[in-house]
């Protein structure tokens, strides 16, 4: 082996730079060449490609984002697509591929390695809806980064005694929301994964006045009511108005909705992000000089796993029903 490529595809996480640091720099130590591929999937296609040095990401541990670019390839989903992918990493003389992102990514890299070209994934995802890990890089920060909105949403909720929705990411997971609304004590959690009454959520609200709360703070995610309301194009959006319109009509209270959105994907990534995703890059470099192919990695507990990709795309990723049922009996008006 001489020559590796590495992109990003799908949504950017923060940490996405520092796994492509780590294996850049793991693959100059073993004497490898890397090269980048610019806008994920579709870049293959359109072959453009960097030559990539050490001083190529020095720097960019700290920053969110991807150096790479990111990009959704509908090209790709074709066969000719992928045929004239893998005829650019043929006459690029690029003998492996590393790819980071989500689940659409690893079906990608799934896909070239059936064709012939040795693949290796690693888990980029805010939503942590991957199932072959346990933690993907850039759930962490997006996690700090909904807090830090909480945190500061819950002083002027106290001080004009309002009910607040908090909107968040999660189309399919609600781990972001649960975490944060965990680790925020919101009033009530709402989540995809799990089915709720309006006026089970407005009746804690209406509870926690009777007894002297000036406020109140729920954490919504953004797919929650896919299945009761549905949606333009499939697509989640205007899950927290709804709800904010329902509170606000049953409890009678002052009800204001936040969407975070975007901003959940950026920002310096966390420690645990930095130190997660140079973790993984450093591994998939270790992964391919050993010989093996065609796999992703996790990480459960402190130890990182190298799992096949057919049986990484059949892993579901539940929501911790622990977490969910402590967040409802800690918040108990």
Known sequence: MRRIAVLTSGGDAPGMNAAIRAVLRKALYHGLEVV??????QGLISGDFMEMRSRTVGDILQRGGTILKS?????????EGREKALLQLRTYEIDALIGIGGDGTYAGLSLLGDMGMPVVGMPATIDNDIGSTEYAIGFDTACNTVIDAIDKIRDT????ERTYVVEV????AGHIALYAGLAGGAESIIIPEVDYDIREVCSRIMEGARRGKSHSIVVVAEGADLRTFGSKDGLPGGCGYRLGAQIAEITGFETRIIVLGHIQRGGTPSV????LATMFGAR?????LSGERNVALGIWGS????????EALAMKRPYTAEYYDLANILSTP
Request: charged share 40%; net charge positive; hydrophobic share 40%.
């Open 71 to 79: 990009a959704r390839s509908e090209e790709f989903r074709t066969e």
């Open 284 to 288: 998939a470099v270790d992964v391919l």
């Open 36 to 41: 980048g591929v610019r806008r994920g999937f």
């Open 303 to 310: 130890e990182i796993k190298v799992i096949p990709f057919k």
């Open 157 to 160: 909720a106290t001080s004009h």
């Open 169 to 172: 990411m999660g189309r399919h």
């Open 272 to 275: 645990r992000d930095r130190v």
